[in-house]
């Protein structure tokens, strides 16, 4: 969701350099972003607080966050390309399930105002579902395989993660989605392309890397 779906990724960077700033640290770069992107928070906040020695607790700095984070969640919108997709695959009956890091609270905060698309999945699995075990998150593969699991339920099929296209921006998704077994559509943010380096060897064969999900060839998969 975050950085491929909605900009929120971007107010993310805003938040967290706020917060920086505050300590006379900062601003955060893309070598430690592109490492946070996709993992659960309380993981990307422990990055953060030990790269730049921000002398605050993980409960003090999610509180300031929050805070920060609130404020700006009614301003994210769509990125270009991903409310088309999301209609697209849905009047066509594909299956879709949203697979996203980002608590129930923090996934209401930021999609609230944009029901028009988040409305369409038929499935929603948030970081904090108690079904994935702690310590689990992304880079682990088990919230996709919870999603698959249950649009299998929901559709009462069979549909194998091989047969799955998972779309991620971030490199814990990617190694969540490979390690799940489907092929993926990687879209980093453009920041991130300057320092992600050889995007083939992470993928191994397993995806491609789109500029953009404008760019995403529907026919090469059959859509």
Not at 192 to 203: K, M, N, Q
Request: aromatic share 8%; charged share 20%; net charge negative.
């Amino acid at each position: 969701m975050d950085g491929l779906l909605i900009n929120t990724e971007d107010l993310y960077t805003l938040v967290t350099n706020e917060i920086l700033a505050e300590f006379g640290k900062g601003p955060i770069t893309w070598d430690v972003k592109i490492q946070l992107q996709g993992l659960p928070g309380p993981q990307a906040a422990r990055k953060v607080l030990d790269h730049y020695q921000v002398p605050l607790t993980l409960a003090e700095l999610e509180e300031k966050s929050v805070v920060l984070q609130h404020k700006k969640w009614p301003t994210c919108s769509f990125l270009p390309g991903a409310l088309d997709l999301i209609r697209y695959l849905h009047s066509n009956n594909i299956p879709i399930a949203l697979c996203t890091s980002s608590a129930k609270h923090k996934y209401e905060g930021k999609t609230g105002h944009l029901k028009q698309g988040f409305e369409l999945f038929d499935v929603i699995i948030t970081g904090d579902d108690p079904r994935i075990p702690p310590g689990r998150g992304k880079p682990f593969p088990d919230i996709w395989q919870l999603g698959l699991k249950q649009l299998n339920a929901k559709f009462n099929t069979e549909i194998r993660p091989e047969e799955c296209i998972i779309f991620e921006d971030g490199l814990p998704g990617v190694a969540a989605a490979k390690a799940a077994g489907a092929y993926v559509v990687w879209v980093p943010h453009p920041d991130a392309l300057e320092v992600l380096g050889d995007t083939e060897t992470v993928l191994n064969g397993k995806g491609e890397v789109l500029a953009s999900l404008t760019h995403l060839d529907k026919a090469k998969f059959g859509l």
